[in-house]
């Protein structure tokens, strides 16, 4: 029960990492609201949380829909301790593209700015008034390796990642200045096998393939799960990382550790 008595919202919460996260937290005994664009699938994963969840619709590029649900959760608990930042979008299904520099389109750029930066911003600033009547309360920015090197074919998405990353650590600082009782850290996942990764990986065999060919460039030699991410949002979360704030932790097979062009001994 690490997360005992603590309110926490999480958004898109309805598959992948956000649904992992959102089973981690109700099994260490939050009340979890569970938020997403996919109202199917959010009121699916709440059905097998039972009393321990509740879905609310929550696009997180939208303003007015953060201040439905800032408003909702007002009047019915007036706190949550914990948020989780979790929707993020690649472009990839959801714009027409392309993403690299030379020819991005600035619509494609733009939607994803408005869902993986805009959402982070929102979803903080809400999250700041809730979280001021909390005695402990923590925000968890889920940003993405992607966020700290450069990724030529996914410009937007990587720039939104990298400003997730920063803006954790003014959140962090502006609270601690504050005093309020609210820490602040970004986790970095890197290929861990959600759904985002269908559209990369195609079906059947070549499936299969492709994700051995993910493997083989991650030092521990395996795509991640999105438990992996969970633990980790669960560990910031709860009061064990009382003293954390402004960090980003890496949850990436090791990817981030170092380079494919380190020096052997041959050379
Ligand atoms: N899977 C990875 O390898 C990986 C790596 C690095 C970072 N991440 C990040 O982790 C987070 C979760 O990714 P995932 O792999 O679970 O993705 P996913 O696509 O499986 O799930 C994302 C969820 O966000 C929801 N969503 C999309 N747009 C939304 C919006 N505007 N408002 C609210 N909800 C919205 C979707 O409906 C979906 O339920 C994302 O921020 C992603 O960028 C994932």
């Not at 954390?244 to 001994?265: F, H, M, R, W, Y």
């Amino acid at each position: 029960m690490r997360l005992a008595n603590k309110i926490a919202l999480i958004t898109g919460g309805a598959r992948g990492i956000g649904e992992a996260t959102a089973k981690a937290f109700a099994a260490e005994g939050a009340h979890v609201i569970i938020t997403d664009i996919n109202d199917q699938q959010g009121n699916e994963v709440v059905s097998s949380l039972a009393e321990r969840s509740e879905y609310l619709h929550l696009d997180v590029s939208k303003p007015e829909d953060w201040q439905r649900v800032h408003a909702s959760i007002l009047a019915k608990y007036g706190r949550i301790d914990i948020l989780v930042n979790n929707a993020g979008i690649t472009g990839f299904l959801e714009t027409s593209g392309p993403h690299d520099p030379e020819h991005l389109d600035l619509v494609s750029w733009q939607k994803v700015n408005s869902v993986n930066i805009d959402g982070v911003v929102l979803g903080c600033q809400v999250a700041i008034k809730l979280m001021k009547k909390s005695t402990a309360a923590s925000i968890v920015n889920i940003s993405s390796r992607s966020g700290i090197v450069g990724i030529p074919a996914a410009a937007a998405y990587a720039a939104s990642k990298a400003a997730v990353r920063n803006h954790t650590k003014t959140v962090a600082l502006y609270c601690a200045e504050k005093g309020y009782p609210i820490r602040c850290n970004s986790i970095h996942p890197g290929a861990i096998l959600t759904p985002m990764w269908d559209a990369m990986l195609g079906e059947g065999e070549a499936r299969i393939a492709a994700i051995k060919a993910v493997a083989s460039d991650i030092p521990l030699g395996t795509m991640g799960t999105p438990e992996d991410v969970a633990y980790a949002a669960l560990y910031l979360a709860s009061n064990e990382s009382k003293y954390v704030t402004g960090i980003e932790l890496n949850i990436d097979g090791g990817i981030l550790a170092g380079s494919a062009a380190a020096p052997t001994q041959e050379m």
